[in-house]
């Protein structure tokens, strides 16, 4: 008895069709990890990013080494956007719910105000306060206007010098 092989046949034998499989799922599986590690919200800077790059924290970080007096540069140094002058940090801390007036016409309190019907506790105009009340407020370790305010803590944010700049150009606005 002769056993005769159909070499015209399409199907495949049985061990080629489990490489086959494996092989594609291998692939998905790759495919499955990439796409979960490239996702957005893995990175964790991507959850709280506003508290990495703002302006404000600049004063925290440690003084920057100083470089041999005849070395030269290879591209121009950036010039520091906060002087820590009361204006400035005003600017970066202050300006987008107070405005830049100070009389509680910034852009984020309004919104709040417009679309979200917050109220305010106390009057957002800053500038008929004393300068005392506003370096008080500002020195703050929790919200100092009451758990139901907007207003965040600076306390642990700014020196106190810093806090006093703030207050004393608030004072020189004009009421």
Not at 159 to 165: L, N, Q, V
Request: glycine fraction near 10%; include cysteine; charged fraction near 15%.
């Amino acid at each position: 008895m002769i056993n005769r092989v159909n070499t015209d046949s399409p199907i495949l034998p049985a061990h080629k069709g489990r490489g086959i499989k494996r092989w594609l799922v291998g692939i998905a599986m790759l495919f499955g990890i990439v796409v979960v590690g490239c996702s957005q919200g893995s990175y964790p800077v991507d959850i709280f990013y506003e508290q990495h790059y703002q302006q404000s924290y600049k004063s925290h970080e440690p003084p920057r080494l100083i470089g041999v007096a005849g070395a030269v540069a290879f591209y121009p140094a950036a010039a520091s956007v906060v002087t820590n002058s009361g204006a400035d940090l005003y600017l970066v801390n202050c300006q987008v719910c107070h405005g830049a007036d100070a009389k509680g016409t910034g852009p984020v309190l309004n919104k709040m105000q417009d679309v979200y019907g917050y109220t305010p506790i106390v009057d957002p105009n800053i500038t008929t306060r004393p300068i005392s009340f506003i370096a008080a407020r500002l020195a703050s370790n929790t919200r100092p206007l009451g758990p139901t305010s907007v207003m965040p803590p600076f306390g642990k944010l700014l020196s106190a010098d810093e806090r006093m700049a703030i207050a004393e150009y608030v004072g020189s606005l004009p009421k």
